[in-house]
């Protein structure tokens, strides 16, 4: 963010598996650390308030409050709200509200750990896409050998046509090029690394992407993804979310058993005790909380979905994730791009 | 394998990244605890005799070469043959005259370590699919918590109809279901566990399978491979090979890091001398070569893919998969089910 301009972000307060509990204490967090933030709050006034009231001696926290503003709402979509529900039920609900402070010009981003479907929804339909994007897409960052790995789509698009794959492509590699780097590697996720492989929508997107001015390393496979081989991986919506949760599944398993591992007698207990600090560098890197924050890409404006069971440091990833990209215009950055390469 | 009744396996012995110097010694292990397992050896002359040569003071490996017979192949496809290829330049081929060896009727399973698209197009010419079944699908374990699922396809169909996704259940249920254990339970992989998640394709297949006589248990997510929600996840072939491959190269990572944790610093390193023993029994169920042989389903005879990269160990257990699906007659079984099932 730069240094001197205010940033106004939207906060959905309801969103996740701990709702406000959770949501104001990482926004007053973010807010401690960038002066220039201001945070819409948008939510239940009688979920907000008590969280918002001095609590014993906090003298740092009245200055941060001024920078909050609250948008009413007057209800709440379920995280399992299907598309058709929030359409049907989102007007006035902290989401929709969130997302029409973006449209209105009112924030420059809004952050939600609520329902993806409801999110898409909403954002196609308050946001609207941006010209020459057919689908928005869901990226999130997998950790790597080299750093991480930034996959999309993630769940947004369960069928996707070659030219979505491309388009999701240009998102990607606008997303993840930032100052300092030179422009993201990006590559098409397939069951092998030959022309030959995949099916016609890959091939042909392939061969799109081939002859586009974008740094397209070509085909890699699943286990690229952490060897780092790519910054962005593209595919489709279905795999990558089942890509995505299995891997944090055989994460949680990996940890379970090292655990078990380390309580198993008292030579394993003595000596995890003299390599846990080692081992702790280790696991954080896996640690989903570490990687919170998934833009929804393709919108004529920042959303930022966080993981329903973030915690409060995740949270404040999530909102860090979306201010970065207000701050770096994205989407302005994706229709430049797309007119560039489409005319 | 019944203890009365020879049974006769077709190897080949060129596949993989070893060829014979790893897939001749497999084959000489398990004869040694097989007595009535005989092994046809398919590949060219000049590179097996050489391994089958007595070696210095070895009395024991006489009477297992007695179970060995030599199919001399005239040339070998390379591991990358694509399809068309395979079935070009198949005849004479190492891998074609295992398959051989299966639809005449001399050996009752084959075992290759090659390319698995050679292997799928031989298969389907060669042996033929059974009736009522469209296509194979490939299907391989992965560790869990509870011990392993079975995830197909992994890369045979990259694109399939809701029927197809229904074969590759009724197979994989047959697959898995063995003696003293109850009938497996069966579940489709898609991005949520609601009836309304998924694709037209993979919603049809769900309601097709919930009314069928099969122990299904309905959608299973990504990281409900690995908490052992069911014995058999099934997919289509683009999404299964990421998840496989992308599964693999986690673990690996994961390895890399526990490894550079446990040698970083004097105390890190005395720790890990304590925790070993305790470590490995972990690390040795993430290994791929405890898990190696994977099933070719729905074709006219049994056949077994092994890892490219299998060492001797592996390949054996490959070898033993082959022979176990044979003695339960996994192709027949698959035949009356699906005739059951779809009358």
Tied chains: 1, 2.
Excluded at 15 to 27: L, R, S
Excluded at 81 to 88: F, M, N
Excluded at 195 to 223: C, P, Q, W
Excluded at 304 to 325: C, F, T
């Amino acid at each position: 963010m730069s240094t001197n301009q205010k940033t106004t972000l939207a906060l959905d307060v309801h969103g996740g598996d701990f709702g406000p509990a959770v949501t104001i204490p990482a926004a007053l967090d973010i807010l401690a650390v960038h002066p220039q933030l201001e945070i819409l709050l948008c939510g239940m006034d009688e979920d907000i308030r008590p969280l918002l009231e001095p609590k014993g001696h906090s003298p740092g926290r009245r200055p941060l409050l001024q920078r909050i503003h609250m948008v009413s709402a007057t209800h709440v979509l379920t995280s399992d709200a299907r598309p058709i529900e929030a359409l049907r039920r989102g007007s006035g609900s902290s989401l929709r509200l969130a997302m029409e402070q973006v449209s209105c010009g009112r924030a420059v981003a809004c952050v939600s750990a609520g329902s993806t479907a409801a999110m898409l929804a909403l954002g196609v339909k308050v946001l609207g896409m941006l010209p020459g994007i057919e689908r928005p897409a869901l990226m999130s960052r997998i950790p790597s050998a080299t750093g991480h790995t930034s996959v999309l789509d993630l769940g947004a698009n369960l069928n996707v046509s070659a030219t979505q794959l491309v388009q999701f492509a240009i998102m990607g590699s606008v997303a993840c090029t930032t100052n300092g780097t030179g422009p993201a590697k990006i590559a098409l996720l397939n069951v092998g690394h030959e022309d030959s492989k995949g099916d016609a929508g890959v091939r042909a997107a392939h061969a799109t992407l081939s002859e586009m001015a974008i740094n397209y390393t070509g085909f890699i496979e699943g286990h690229d993804i952490f060897a780092g081989k790519a910054d962005v991986a593209v595919c489709d919506g279905f795999s990558g979310n089942l890509i995505l949760k299995s891997g944090e599944g055989l994460a949680r398993m990996f940890f379970r058993h090292l655990d078990l591992a380390l309580r198993s007698g008292w030579l394993a207990k003595a000596g995890a005790l003299l390599v846990r600090s080692a081992l702790q560098g280790t696991l954080a890197r896996f640690e989903p909380s570490k990687h919170n924050g998934a833009p929804l890409l393709g919108l004529r404006g920042v959303v930022v979905k966080s993981h329903g069971s973030a915690n409060r440091e995740a949270l404040g990833l999530a909102i860090l994730e979306a201010v970065a990209e207000a701050d770096r215009q994205v989407p302005k950055l994706i229709e430049s791009k797309i007119k560039e390469y489409w005319g």
